[in-house]
């Protein structure tokens, strides 16, 4: 049987709705601040600078630059293998619904309209769940009531089957187990994020590598615009995308293909 988790909200509604424009903005915010920060320290020290501690100041750079680079690619993959994940659950879940709902023709035939209404009514909450996002509160409510219908449905069940002999029995609800624990698996799915831990170090690190690239620029006298603009930008869209591959339903990237699987199993109950 599947559990039922709480989900903290995330934040209002309409602050999520601008969410994308403020990170990003922020992002290029931030990364400009710590690049001029460390070109005013750097110009600040440079006259007292010797060429040895040049030397060693270029290698800590390269070093931090690499592990900055390290930490995006290793994070970029792991949000995109949980976003893959995501998508493949929503499939099996749609075919565990499917194959349930099949498999209502072994049971009395005088207990299959309430039960094939119920699953109707099941497929839709289980869609306004996802439809829902970001609003936690109303997701909550969602998979509370996902829970009620798949209690009502699996009584239900239980009852029409005693009548039929072993074989339709574990069929019909082995079934209806599996359409149920698949739900467990993706409320843990939906919940799985980066640790706050690793996220931190990936910001630590960023703000390391602006502040070095502003002090290395310190060392010629003057800014270079295009080349802050670029790095600010690259680094700025590399970490959005992240955030949005990890909450992909609250920014640009979405899940709404895998989601058509839902509701083209539900109008096939039609």
């Not at 988790?5 to 602050?15: D, F, H, M, N, V």
């Not at 769940?129 to 509160?137: A, C, G, L, Q, W």
Request: contains cysteine; aromatic residues 6%.
């Amino acid at each position: 049987m599947a559990f039922y988790p709480g989900i903290q909200p995330l934040a209002g509604e309409g602050a999520l709705t601008v969410l994308p424009i403020l990170v990003i903005c922020g992002l290029i915010a931030t990364i400009l601040s710590s690049i001029e920060v460390g070109y005013r320290t750097g110009r600040r020290r440079r006259a007292r600078a010797q060429e040895l501690t040049r030397g060693e100041s270029k290698a800590i750079e390269t070093s931090v630059f690499g592990l900055m680079g390290l930490l995006i690619a290793f994070i970029f993959a792991g949000a995109a293998v949980r976003f893959d994940n995501r998508r493949m659950l929503i499939a099996e879940e749609a075919n565990a619904i499917g194959t349930a709902y099949l498999r209502l023709d072994l049971l009395p035939p005088d207990s299959q309209p309430g039960l094939r209404e119920d699953f109707r009514a099941y497929l839709q909450v289980r869609l306004a769940v996802t439809r829902d996002i970001p609003n936690m509160k109303a997701v909550n409510a969602d998979l509370k009531q996902s829970s009620i219908l798949q209690r009502k449905v699996w009584e239900k069940a239980v009852e029409a089957a005693k009548g039929s002999g072993p074989a339709t029995q574990m069929l019909v609800l082995s079934a209806l187990n599996q359409m149920i624990d698949i739900t467990t698996v993706r409320t843990v799915g939906m919940l799985s994020h980066l640790p706050l831990v690793v996220v931190g170090l990936l910001a630590i690190t960023i703000l390391l590598a602006s502040f070095l690239t502003g002090y290395s620029m310190s060392a010629s006298g003057a800014r270079d615009w295009l080349s802050t603009i670029i790095f600010t930008i690259a680094v700025s869209c590399a970490t959005y995308v992240i955030l949005d591959y990890e909450y992909p339903r609250i920014g640009v990237i979405r899940e709404g293909v895998a989601d058509q699987v839902l509701t083209q199993t539900l109008e096939r109950m039609e």
